[in-house]
């Protein structure tokens, strides 16, 4: 079992994300004592720590992220995209096939069952069910009737449409079930992954939720020996797919069933460590439409109509495909596994040290998760490389030392190409006054963290990606990155004995591939969304999967224990910044409060640690660019950066920043024990103004 604490003297946020996910669904957060939770994140709107949300209640904070979540879909969702149902079927031609082929007979069977007529059969293996199956099915198929009908839902409340879809996915996957039994029985090979079943609870807040918001149908995918009923317990660190439902089909409960989809599904991704991507789907009335999320764009497919066949078919094809395709086709992480023997997860980071292999790394603590559902879904371990010779337990915990961070860095090939410098309007830049604030906390054009470290050049105002081919050099890339950044820091600072500690050292790293040994791909938004017509590409950030193992592990600024010791931390924070500045020429540009973290070295003492170079830039290349571009955290940023003032960016800029965390901690407390939250801010500004 995951290693324990004392609950008893966890907050209620904490307990909150002490309960999001068990193994080997999930894997549990660390607990809130020193050393663990501690490397960046980007604030954003489904993360209630970011700091526009500081002094607000529960109630506010809701009514915001429902607001921003109305704003994301405004900028990025794309609708009535053909190829998204074809996105979950498998990827090798004879499953495909097999999956085309199962599509049809359970579409067949399907009709037959809620009509009650005989219909022309497909090739099948169904044959004649057990006397049990046949009554479920025929009670499932008498349940869902309505939904299928054009005036089947005459109040017009979606409280009905959670039983009646429930009842579909359990009708369907029944008749799959039994078809590949069929299949199987005649040695054809069954094919079937998984079954996709509805969680017993409609509207129903999860296990891991981050507040006390409901989801209407969650669907969970489970062993193909299951019985085909209802799943107990619904989870976000289980679910596959979060239904959202309408009582009708109008424009704006469109609009509010893609907000509150948008809003309930960043909790798979805090929930689950190993998901790359994720599914939801949209109900309004009788029409269905799956999303697809990538990194910074979601997708949705043309209404699925319920009312007629061919829509009752689509649907049931976008469920076989979820049913036989591979894990890697469900958004799951292939390079993330749950050791059942060791009681923990095994992580393969690629090795430093030899090209195309990796190292197991063993963790059994996040300590940053992937909160947000537009972002690099930057999320952070402690592990180790040393196998455990026992399961681990409460009696014998893991031991970490080091930090894996697992993120999503942009391919920015053409970030520095003398063609896109504009005369100080350059590549990633907008004008001034159409600046505004983005879900990351920065200002920019509306893509957040994508709005300074992309390929993409302006035109007309609009942000345009750049897609790289098929098989680019990740060479340059590389160097650019923050593995890149940090290998070059360490090479150049080495011989500084008075800077160990003060920065993180990689271990072993690179980037991440899926697939089998003799058929490994890029894991990037290639691989996710497949070869996007040049328009979607345009509209689409390319992003590229990386994950590298850190050393030493700190902890966050908050566990300051008094004002000399915050005092010492910052002295040796910019006094690290100046060393990479004049000996490396790479420019930070993010302080804040989340990229400071303490050190507190066995021997003794302390120190600080400057971290998260995602946002770093190497002068020595980008000198000759001016690039009004906005990055770092919003309460941080210096006046030229908020404004995206055509001058350069310097060292001046970072240390303004210091100067406002400063005034940040001092308005609202340098630790928990001082820190100031809720209704007691007006008062406490009042206090010190």
């Given at each position: 079992m995951p290693r324990c604490v004392d609950l008893a003297n966890l907050s209620r946020s904490e307990l909150r994300k002490r309960e999001r996910n068990q193994p080997p669904a999930a894997i549990a957060p660390a607990a809130s004592s020193r050393g663990v939770d501690n490397t960046p994140r980007k604030a954003g709107p489904s993360n209630r720590g970011n700091s526009r949300y500081t002094g607000c209640s529960e109630?506010?904070?809701?009514?915001?992220?429902?607001?921003?979540?109305?704003?994301?879909?405004?900028?990025?969702?794309?609708?009535?995209?053909?190829?998204?149902?074809?996105?979950?079927?498998?990827?090798?031609?004879?499953?495909?096939?097999?999956?085309?082929?199962?599509?049809?007979?359970?579409?067949?069977?399907?009709?037959?069952?809620?009509?009650?007529?005989?219909?022309?059969?497909?090739?099948?293996?169904?044959?004649?069910?057990?006397?049990?199956?046949?009554?479920?099915?025929?009670?499932?198929?008498?349940?869902?009737?309505?939904?299928?009908?054009?005036?089947?839902?005459?109040?017009?409340?979606?409280?009905?449409?959670?039983?009646?879809?429930?009842?579909?996915?359990?009708?369907?996957?029944?008749?799959?079930?039994?078809?590949l039994a069929g299949r199987a029985s005649n040695a054809t090979g069954a094919g079937l992954q998984r079954l996709i079943l509805p969680y017993e609870k409609v509207d129903t807040n999860p296990e891991g939720a981050d507040d006390g918001t409901k989801?209407?149908?969650?669907?969970?995918?489970?062993?193909?020996?299951?019985?085909?009923?209802?799943?107990?317990?619904?989870?976000?660190?289980?679910?596959?797919?979060?239904?959202?439902?309408?009582?009708?089909?109008?424009?704006?409960?469109?609009h509010q069933a893609y907000a509150q989809l948008f809003d309930y599904s960043h909790n798979v991704y805090y929930c689950q460590i190993d998901r790359r991507f994720i599914w939801g789907l949209a109900c309004c009335g009788s029409e269905v439409r799956a999303c697809i999320f990538s990194n910074y764009r979601a997708f949705a497919s043309p209404a699925i109509d319920m009312t007629d066949k061919a829509g009752r078919s689509e649907l049931v094809r976008l469920l076989v495909g979820w049913s036989l395709c591979d894990n890697d086709r469900l958004g799951y992480d292939d390079t993330i596994v749950?050791?059942?023997?060791?009681?923990?997860?095994?992580?393969?980071?690629?090795?430093?040290?030899?090209?195309?292999?990796?190292?197991?790394?063993?963790?059994?603590?996040?300590?940053?998760?992937?909160?947000?559902?537009?972002?690099?879904?930057?999320?952070?371990?402690?592990?180790?490389?040393?196998?455990?010779?026992?399961p681990v337990t409460e009696d014998n915990p893991l031991v970490p030392d080091c930090v894996i961070k697992d993120t999503w860095t942009f391919h920015d090939e053409q970030y520095n190409e003398p063609a896109l410098d504009t005369g100080g309007n350059s590549a990633g830049s907008t004008s001034t006054g159409n600046s505004r604030d983005n879900s990351d906390g920065s200002r920019g054009d509306g893509n957040g963290e994508v709005a300074d470290k992309?390929?993409?050049?302006?035109?007309?105002?609009?942000?345009?990606?750049?897609?790289?081919?098929?098989?680019?050099?990740?060479?340059?890339?590389?160097?650019?990155?923050?593995?890149?950044?940090?290998?070059?820091?360490d090479a150049r600072l080495r011989h500084r004995v008075d800077l160990d500690g003060r920065y993180p050292r990689i271990l072993d790293g690179g980037?991440?591939?899926?697939?089998?040994?003799?058929?490994?791909v890029l894991d990037s938004t290639r691989l996710i969304l497949g070869d996007l017509d040049s328009a979607q590409q345009s509209r689409t950030p390319f992003c590229v999967?990386?994950?590298?193992?850190?050393?030493?592990?700190?902890?966050?600024?908050?566990?300051?224990?008094?004002?000399?010791?915050?005092?010492?931390?910052?002295?040796?924070?910019?006094?690290?910044?100046?060393?990479?500045?004049?000996?490396?020429?790479?420019?930070?540009?993010?302080?804040?409060?989340?990229?400071?973290?303490?050190?507190?070295?066995?021997?003794?003492?302390?120190?600080?640690?400057?971290?998260?170079?995602?946002?770093?830039?190497?002068?020595?290349?980008?000198?000759?660019?001016?690039?009004?571009?906005?990055?770092?955290?919003?309460?941080?940023?210096?006046v030229g950066n908020l404004e995206r003032l055509p001058i350069p960016r310097t060292q001046l800029d970072d240390w303004e920043s210091v100067i406002y965390l400063i005034c940040w901690l001092g308005a609202f407390g340098i630790n928990d024990e001082s820190r100031i939250v809720g209704g007691n801010l007006p008062e406490h500004l009042d206090e010190i103004c």
């Open positions: 109630t506010q904070v809701s009514l915001l992220r429902r607001e921003e979540m109305n704003t994301e879909i405004d900028g990025r969702l794309e609708t009535d995209i053909a190829w998204v149902v074809d996105r979950a079927q498998p990827a090798d031609a004879a499953s495909k096939a097999l999956a085309d082929k199962v599509t049809r007979t359970v579409a067949t069977r399907l009709e037959s069952l809620i009509t009650g007529k005989p219909q022309p059969q497909a090739a099948s293996t169904v044959g004649a069910p057990a006397q049990s199956d046949e009554s479920r099915m025929v009670e499932h198929a008498h349940a869902v009737i309505p939904w299928f009908q054009k005036n089947g839902n005459p109040s017009g409340l979606e409280r009905p449409i959670y039983k009646q879809l429930s009842a579909f996915m359990l009708l369907v996957a029944q008749l799959l079930k039994c078809e989801i209407d149908v969650g669907l969970r995918s489970c062993p193909v020996n299951s019985p085909v009923e209802a799943q107990p317990d619904a989870s976000y660190g289980r679910a596959l797919a979060v239904v959202e439902a309408k009582g009708r089909s109008t424009k704006a409960l469109w749950w050791n059942s023997e060791l009681q923990c997860y095994e992580i393969s980071v690629p090795c430093a040290d030899r090209p195309g292999e990796s190292v197991p790394y063993y963790t059994d603590a996040f300590i940053i998760g992937a909160e947000r559902l537009f972002s690099r879904h930057c999320r952070c371990f402690l592990a180790t490389s040393t196998r455990p010779t026992a992309l390929a993409r050049v302006t035109i007309g105002g609009e942000a345009v990606f750049c897609w790289p081919p098929e098989n680019f050099d990740l060479s340059s890339l590389t160097e650019r990155s923050e593995i890149g950044i940090l290998r070059k820091i980037w991440v591939f899926q697939g089998s040994d003799t058929q490994r999967h990386m994950r590298y193992a850190m050393t030493p592990i700190g902890e966050p600024l908050k566990y300051v224990c008094s004002i000399p010791e915050l005092i010492v931390v910052l002295h040796d924070v910019m006094r690290c910044h100046a060393a990479i500045y004049d000996e490396c020429r790479i420019l930070h540009r993010d302080i804040s409060d989340s990229n400071i973290l303490i050190v507190r070295p066995k021997s003794g003492g302390v120190h600080g640690m400057l971290i998260d170079f995602d946002c770093a830039v190497d002068k020595s290349v980008t000198k000759r660019f001016t690039r009004p571009e906005c990055s770092g955290s919003l309460p941080y940023m210096s």
